[in-house]
């Protein structure tokens, strides 16, 4: 990743390209000790950890003290962990149901029913692609009426089958063209935001990369709102919010300041009730690993509301709903 992009106005560059060209140098050492390895059979196990150990040092220098737009550029990372990567590392059985018995099929939602840790769960996911092939396909994460529609009937399902909901945030926002407004786009958001304040089944909603606007919100109402470390959750885009109110779309690093829109910010604000912790270097550095804990951290949370019964549930949710805000009378 190259921090100059994206850190603007500061006087941290130097000490970024060093730590850049260090960590470049110290990975080309690492290639080259492995092949090495593989060539010669040699064992020089011990040189290749003490690199390691370095290229973990530089990657936490690199990525200390971030910025909110810095958390910005890492939420859009193209490599970090989608939609797919979640199913197969986390779902056992996966299979995906498609429509929403009103329109359409929107391929920028995905979900199914599938065992979580042997646990029957229903699992909805806003589905980004990795290449622009793949994101043209699903519409770059942004659904269409018709993919809230399907989420809500799946949620319906899943509640008269007594199946928990994983929700997986990854979205700039809802489609926001001629045919999803005439489709009813904000009326498909508020459903789903009514319908998922009274469902009477547990909701897990995890942010894994970009939540943006009423098209996050629409998939975010749950017992339990967890955040990647590094991503973010927002009422507008960073330079959708300094276009209208900076009048100048350049300064998107400042309004992401403004805008508290970090999962440290939204945790201290009661928004969301969890941080997931991400591997040294963000989640696209260790997808596996980042899957894992995910996984993890749903199930044991899903392990807690399942053992609460449903109208103390709902009661939780609706206290849960209201707190949420801070103001000054």
Known sequence: MYWKSFWPFTGRWSLLEDLELQLKDVEKK???????????????SGEYE???????????????GLTPWQKVQIARNKQRPNFQDYIDGMIEGFMELHGDRLYGDDRAVVGGIGYLNSVPVTIIC????KNTEENIIRNFGMPHPEGYRKALRLMKQAE??????IC??????????????????GEAIARNLLEMSDLRTPIVSVVIGE?????????????????LENAIYSVISPEGCASILLKDSSRAHE??????????????????DGIIEEPVGGAHSDVAGTVRRVKDEVFKV???????????????????IRSIGAYIE
């Open 50 to 64: 003490a690199l390691e150990e370095k290229r973990q040092a530089i990657m936490k220098k690199l990525y200390s």
């Open 168 to 185: 997986l945030i990854d979205t700039p926002g809802a489609y926001c063209g001629v045919g999803a407004e005439e489709r009813g786009q």
């Open 126 to 129: 806003h589905a980004k692609g």
């Open 211 to 227: 939540g943006g606007s009423g098209g996050a919100l629409a998939l975010g109402v749950g017992d339990r709102v967890l955040m």
């Open 255 to 272: 309004a992401a300041k403004y805008l508290k829109l970090t999962a440290q910010d939204l945790y201290d604000f009661k928004i969301i």
């Open 302 to 320: 899903l392990q807690d509301l399942m053992k609460k019964d449903i109208d103390v549930l709902l009661e939780e949710r609706y206290k849960k």
């Open 30 to 44: 690492l290639q080259a000790v492995k092949e090495f390895i593989e060539e010669t059979g040699i064992d020089l």
């Open 160 to 165: 008269k089958f007594k199946r928990p909901v």
